[in-house]
């Protein structure tokens, strides 16, 4: 009887071996699989990653901006709940005592560390300032951040596209080696403490800060995209316009408006040597957990902060809510799930913190935005949700809400102007058909009257 009760109690969840958690972010990064660059992109290390693991080729970000991305998922809440629109305010600022992901499992004997670009960073060159925007203590144990070295600072060749009109605006094939680069050094770090850490649980952060701009990779991933290789996107003549605040807007709008096909073309190549450096670093963190043989010990996650536009409707960025910007790629290998799986369910990035709760057996401190990804996991045809939310702030008085289905986009703006797109007969959202289809726009109007409340 003795044996059965020691039997029932050391195969309990709170007995049971601890599940690591790899979460590693890319900055700025697209999904491929649309329009014109998947055939183009080299990015092997995903492709291995993809073969572990669940794909999830219909996964949405809950804001487009870098900042109110990270702590949307972080939180496992939505932006609306959140109240973070901008790179400017800091979670805790908003949320002083909200209990984000790895900090979770940092209170239940995680060994917790970050290094890269996890939470936004931000407070300049205050070294204490800088450890707040990483949310060091409360998420981390400790939280490490990266420069590139005086040689990796020279560009070998290189220039600011928007004639410095945009200082980000720039790109560069630079001197020296891959750990030259935050990037490298990033990879680097996050293998070390992988290596360091040994049995004991851990949760480790690895955020990449590429394809973000400024677009600067060594100067050998340039050479693989060679410029007459590559074809720019055209948006079609017959592509419906939208207001200014969807997309166009200030002088971003303004400066790639001028922009020639050189110039998107540069941006281009600069875009995808940047995705294949952070790729290749990517395969440097997968090669360890090959080695340590720690796959079946590991969650492994993958994910973009949000989509980019690399030139669809005039735009170079994110910060719209046209699907190139609001679809980002996500991939999960967890133990005991099949890999090589590819699903179309519907997801959304606050299904994050509820699925790693999941696996590692604990349970959400609070009410979060997403769900479980478990039964996904273990059936890439069953479906968790039949719609996704993504929000965007343009001031105090206008913001737009755009809700996801498996056929439709739409986008409703707090003045009431909406927009309709059609994914069965236009994935590339070209044509507003929302004044042709009354009963969708009734219909999805009524999901987007389910979100939280937003109060900018």
């Known amino acids: 009887m003795r044996a059965l009760l020691l039997l029932l109690v050391f195969s309990s969840p709170l007995f049971a071996a601890k599940t690591n958690v790899l979460l ?56 609306e709940q959140t109240g973070i629109v901008d790179n400017n305010t800091r979670l805790r600022e ?37 450890q707040q925007w990483m ?16 040689t990796g600072r020279k560009m070998i060749e290189g220039r600011n596209v928007s004639g410095g009109v945009l200082p ?5 094939a630079a001197d020296g080696t891959d750990e030259d680069q935050p990037d490298g050094q990033i990879a680097a770090a996050t293998v070390a403490m992988i290596e ?22 060594p100067r050998k ?8 290789s590559l074809k720019i996107w055209k948006d079609p003549a017959n592509t419906d316009p939208v207001r200014k605040e969807s997309v166009g807007f200030g002088e971003l709008g303004t400066a790639f408006a001028k922009f020639t096909d050189q110039e998107w073309r540069e941006l281009l190549r600069a875009y995808c040597a940047c995705t294949t450096f952070m790729d290749a670093q990517l395969g440097r963190v997968l090669d360890v957990l090959d080695q340590k043989q ?9 994910v973009g902060d949000h989509g980019y536009h690399t030139g669809e409707r005039l735009w170079w960025n994110k910060n719209t809510l046209f699907e190139r910007s609001c679809h980002s790629p996500f991939i999960i290998a967890a133990p005991g799930m099949k890999g090589g799986q590819v699903s179309q369910s519907l997801v959304e990035f606050v299904d994050l913190y509820p699925t790693v709760a999941d696996f590692c057996a604990l349970k959400m401190p609070h009410q979060g935005a997403g769900v479980s990804l478990r039964p996904v996991l273990q059936d890439p045809a069953a479906s968790v949700k039949d719609a996704a939310f993504t929000l965007v702030s343009r001031s105090p008085k206008l913001y737009g809400q755009s809700v996801r289905t498996s ?38 109007g009524g999901k987007l009257r389910t979100l939280p409340a937003f109060r900018p």
């Open 196 to 217: 360091k850490l040994g049995d004991q649980p851990w949760f480790i952060g690895c955020g990449f800060m590429k394809p973000h701009d400024p677009f600067i990779a």
């Open 94 to 130: 908003r949320m002083p005592d909200v209990i984000t992901l790895p900090q979770l499992c940092k209170e239940q004997g995680w060994q917790s560390h970050a290094f890269g670009k996890l939470f936004h960073l931000g407070g300049g060159k205050n070294p204490e300032a800088r």
């Open 24 to 79: 590693i972010m890319a900055d700025d990064l697209r999904d491929f699989g649309g329009a014109y660059t998947k055939e183009v992109v080299k990015t092997p290390n995903l492709d291995r990653l993809r073969a572990r693991g669940t794909s999830f080729e219909r996964a949405y970000v809950q804001y487009t901006v870098c900042n109110p991305s990270r702590s949307s998922m972080m939180a496992g809440l939505r932006a």
């Open 407 to 444: 056929r439709w986009r739409f986008t409703l703006w707090s003045d009431g102007q909406a927009e309709l797109y059609d994914h069965d007969a236009d994935p590339e959202e070209l044509h507003n058909v929302a004044s042709q289809h009354a009963g969708a726009v009734s219909d999805l």
């Open 221 to 228: 991933y340039f050479d693989m995209y060679p410029s007459e």
């Open 168 to 172: 980000w605006c720039a790109w560069g």
């Open 294 to 302: 720690l796959w079946d010990k590991t969650i492994v996650i993958f």
């Open 135 to 150: 949310d060091a203590g409360h998420s981390w144990h400790t939280a490490q951040a990266f420069e590139a070295t005086k």
